[in-house]
C-alpha cells in the first residue's frame, strides 16, 4: 500500500504560478513511477505529466508542455510539480498517482494503482 496526500494548490491569477507536491508513505516510494492528473468539473480525468522511478524520464501532456515541470525527491518520499504561465483551462483537481515501475510514462489512468485524494488548482483570468 501506498498513501499519497497532495499539497500547493489554491487560487492564482493567470500567468502566475503554483507548486503541487506529493508526499507519499508506506511502501517504498522509488519503487513507483509517479503521475499527475487533472480533472475538470464535467469532464474525464486527464494526463498531465509523469516521471520514472529514478527521476531520469519525465512525460508531458502537449496543453502543459514547456510550463509545467515534474520531479521527484526519492529520500524525501515527494514528487512536485511546477506549474508556470498558468491559464484559465489548467483549472482543475490535481491527482497524484503511483504505478508500478513497468508503466513509467503511462498516460492511462488505469494503470496507476494508488492515487491522493487531489488539491484545487483554480486560475483566474
Known amino acids: 500500500q501506498v498513501q499519497l496526500v497532495e499539497s500547493g494548490g489554491g487560487l492564482v491569477q493567470a500567468g502566475g504560478s503554483l507548486r503541487l507536491s506529493c508526499a507519499a508513505s508506506?511502501?517504498?516510494?522509488?519503487?513507483?513511477?509517479m503521475g499527475w492528473f487533472r480533472q475538470a468539473p464535467g469532464k474525464e480525468r486527464e494526463f498531465v505529466a509523469a516521471?520514472?522511478?529514478?527521476?531520469?524520464?519525465?512525460y508531458y501532456a502537449d496543453s502543459v508542455k514547456g510550463r509545467f515541470t515534474i520531479s521527484r525527491n526519492n529520500a524525501k518520499n515527494t514528487m512536485y510539480l511546477q506549474m508556470n504561465s498558468l491559464k484559465p483551462e489548467d483549472t482543475a483537481v490535481y491527482y497524484c498517482?503511483?504505478?508500478?515501475?513497468?508503466?513509467?510514462?503511462?498516460?492511462?489512468?488505469?494503470?496507476?494503482?494508488?492515487w491522493g485524494q487531489g488539491t484545487q488548482v483554480t486560475v483566474s483570468s
Open positions: 508506506g511502501r517504498t516510494f522509488s519503487s513507483y513511477a
Open positions: 498517482a503511483a504505478a508500478p515501475k513497468l508503466y513509467s510514462g503511462s498516460s492511462y489512468p488505469g494503470q496507476y494503482d494508488y
Open positions: 516521471i520514472s522511478w529514478s527521476g531520469a524520464g519525465t
